[in-house]
T-cell receptor
Framework: DTGVSQDPRHKITKRGQNVTFRCDPI?????LYWYRQTLGQGPEFLTY????????KSRLLSDRFSAERPKGSFSTLEIQRTEQGDSAMYLC??????????????FGDGTRLSIL | SQKIEQNSEALNIQEGKTATLTCNYTNYSPAYLQWYRQDPGRGPVFLLLIRENEKEKRKERLKVTFDTTLKQSLFHITASQPADSATYLC????????????FGTGTKLQVIP
């Protein structure tokens, strides 16, 4: 179990630029989640995938945000035309399919995005 | 609206004592509740899950209770150690189903040697 890995760990960019983050989940996990976390808050749900299918998107996810999981393995989260308010920690998590009872989520250590 | 409340003030306790953290929720009856630990600059780490038909769950020095009448979960760390210092988050499925959870804001625990 190599854990969930996220890349990059830190990203600093100017307002208006596009950024892309990558998440590699635990290999046998078919469910993948993206969250955003700001200081003093808990993680806020953005979207999740079951294999390659994106099953739900939060209303927090504006049109500038897009996520993909093309082969049901790694995932990318892209933010276009970044704004100051996008500065946050972006967390990825993966889990097995819930079935009758929920499976815990395994988190990566996040990508910290700073918008100048 | 559905809401999760955790004490936003930090909890400071003496080493060796029992730490008790609270998670309250409103306007929903979740099928389960989870507790996670988060260290600065790291992602949350799953600790325990308790289901609605379970009153109490234990794991080593950790104990979680779930009172669906009070809409409250208590998280206890017995014989606390400085290494237990972290932020503790509760999470529950507010929107129905088992597919995703909503996290509380977390409570920061500081164990003083």
């Amino acid at each position: 179990d190599t854990g969930v890995s996220q890349d990059p760990r830190h990203k600093i960019t100017k307002r208006g630029q596009n950024v892309t983050f990558r998440c590699d989940p635990i290999s046998e996990h078919n469910r993948l989640y993206w969250y955003r976390q700001t200081l003093g808050q808990g993680p806020e749900f953005l979207t999740y995938f079951q294999n390659e299918a994106q099953l739900e998107k939060s209303r927090l996810l504006s049109d500038r945000f897009s996520a993909e999981r093309p082969k049901g393995s790694f995932s990318t989260l892209e933010i276009q035309r970044t704004e100051q308010g996008d500065s946050a920690m972006y967390l990825c998590a993966s889990s097995l399919t819930a079935g009758a009872s929920n499976q815990p989520q395994h988190f990566g250590d996040g990508t910290r995005l700073s918008i100048l | 609206s559905q809401k999760i409340e955790q004490n936003s003030e930090a909890l400071n306790i003496q080493e060796g004592k029992t730490a008790t953290l609270t998670c309250n929720y409103t306007n929903y009856s979740p099928a389960y509740l989870q507790w996670y630990r988060q260290d600065p600059g790291r992602g949350p780490v799953f600790l325990l899950l308790i289901r609605e038909n379970e009153k109490e769950k234990r794991k080593e020095r950790l104990k979680v209770t779930f009172d669906t009448t009070l809409k409250q979960s208590l998280f206890h760390i017995t014989a606390s150690q400085p290494a237990d210092s972290a932020t503790y988050l509760c999470a529950l499925p507010l929107s129905g189903g088992y597919q995703k959870v909503t996290f509380g804001t977390g409570t920061k625990l500081q164990v003083i040697p």
